[in-house]
T-cell receptor, first 112, second 114 residues
């Protein structure tokens, strides 16, 4: 059983397109992280959210607690957005406090 | 701050050898995490520490793996003896007050066991 499911696994877009990556999670996950991993391998945290919406530049992350679903949107996509995007959930109580459960990642390729 | 520091960045070793990976978390961070990333399984948590104390090591594959955090600024992940299936990228991450804060990842150590 995987606590965090992510889709699609691969995504190809043309520069300028609007992109959406989806993440669903199970009971017990109290907040979602969105991570970005570039071809060089480094991992950067983009967002952490437990409710509502967050925006940073062309990136928008939303979460629906009732539906246990989160989305990452990229507006006006650019080739430099090409990376693997990973959602990860964490619990906020009990013996697993702080532990992250990872989705398998979405490989995004944006063509010029 | 220099961020999370890991060493070595690349390690190539022969099966049966001992491997030690090192991590220096961001100063002031109370949580330290060790992750492994493979093509087959993606990112997996191996173990994490809070204030130098191991909290959850259920992700450690087997007795060949061990991790220590002797002080707030240093942690090691040791594999003895190493096997080809241990080949992966190992990431260390740290977070501030609680594990639910944003995690900052190190650059990773790419381990190849031949």
């Amino acid at each position: 059983k995987n606590e965090v499911e992510q889709s699609p696994q691969n995504l190809t877009a043309q520069e300028g397109e609007f992109i959406t990556i989806n993440c669903s999670y199970s009971v017990g996950i109290s907040a979602l992280h969105w991570l970005q991993q570039h071809p060089g391998g480094g991992i950067v945290s983009l967002f952490m959210l437990s409710s509502g919406k967050k925006k940073h530049g062309r990136l928008i992350a939303t979460i629906n607690i009732q539906e246990k679903h989160s989305s990452l949107h990229i507006t006006a996509s650019h080739p430099r957005d090409s990376a693997v995007y990973i959602c990860a959930g964490h619990t906020d109580r009990g013996s697993t406090l702080g532990r992250l459960y990872f989705g398998r990642g979405t490989q995004l390729t944006v063509w010029p | 701050d220099a961020g999370v520091i890991q060493s070595p960045r690349h390690e190539v070793t022969e099966m049966g050898q001992e491997v030690t990976l090192r991590c220096k978390p961001i100063s002031g961070h109370d949580y330290l995490f060790w992750y492994r990333q493979t093509m087959m399984r993606g990112l997996e948590l191996l173990i994490y520490f809070n204030n130098n104390v191991p909290i959850d090591d259920s992700g450690m594959p087997e007795d060949r793996f061990s991790a220590k955090m002797p002080n707030a600024s240093f942690s090691t992940l040791k594999i003895q003896p190493s096997e080809p299936r241990d080949s992966a990228v190992y990431f260390c991450a740290s977070s501030y007050r609680t594990g639910s804060d944003e995690q900052y990842f190190g650059p990773g150590t790419r381990l190849t066991v031949t």
